[in-house]
């Protein structure tokens, strides 16, 4: 069974300072990778995605992610991040199946501050 | 352009009674999924649908009952509610040729008193 791992329930961060958020997941197949984000009173938005190819992939507002196959890790990153970028952001990880079903972390609160 | 939409945004139900969620898209998207999503624990996939006519369990299937009758409906039923299903519910759709980019209903908050 796959599983999705975010260690950290919420991220306080200054207004323009770098910030990562940390994924892990576990499977004994090959997966596909995803950042979803929240905001407030919202659904779910794709951020990013891992399928194949590049280990770096990147969002069109400034976060990347990498696939680190050796530790099963799936972290986000922002060097750069703003008040707008608020929100609780989802890790998730499918098992590349014919479904498209998501199996998705417990969620990061990012919470930025002026 | 609605997208994924949830009907109702919001219900109150008392322990026992039964209620259905409607969720319609019209991406013309052949997959559809019910997810609930509580504090601490993200979201748990409830019922999936890869198209009409066909549903299958997730990971909390107990308690509910899907339906999908027609491509762009999803119904979401509640047989007799207990306050363990107080949860805000979310419907997506997804389409077979964008892998794992699923489009998010904006949620319906349900609490069972």
């Known amino acids: 069974a796959q599983s999705v791992t975010q260690l950290d329930s919420q991220v306080p961060v200054f207004e323009e300072a770098p910030v990562e958020l940390r994924c892990n997941y576990s499977s004994s197949v090959s997966v596909y990778l995803f950042w979803y984000v929240q905001y407030p009173n919202q659904g779910l938005q794709l951020l990013l995605k891992?399928?194949?190819?590049?280990?770096l992939v990147e969002s069109i507002n400034g976060f990347e992610a990498e696939f680190n196959k050796s530790q099963t890790s799936f972290h986000l990153r922002k060097p750069s991040v703003h008040i707008s970028d608020t929100a609780e952001y989802f890790c998730?990880?499918?098992?590349?199946?014919?479904?498209?079903?998501?199996?998705f972390g417990t969620g990061t609160l990012l919470a930025v501050q002026p | 352009n609605a997208g994924v939409t949830q009907t109702p945004k919001f219900r109150v139900l008392k322990t026992g009674q039964s209620m259905t969620l409607l969720c319609a898209q019209d991406?013309?998207?052949?997959?559809m999924y019910w997810y609930r999503q509580d504090p601490g624990m993200g979201l748990r996939l409830i019922h999936y649908s890869v198209g009409e006519g066909t549903t299958a369990k997730g990971e909390v299937p107990d308690g509910y009952n899907v339906s999908r009758l027609k491509k762009q409906n999803f119904l979401l039923g509640l047989e007799s509610a207990a306050p363990s299903q107080t949860s805000v519910y979310f419907c997506a759709s997804s389409s077979q040729t964008r892998t794992g980019e699923l489009f998010f209903g904006e949620g319906s908050r349900l609490t069972v008193l």
């Open positions: 891992y399928l194949s190819g590049s280990t």
């Open positions: 991406m013309n998207h052949e997959y």
């Open positions: 998730a990880v499918s098992d590349a199946g014919a479904t498209n079903k998501l199996i």
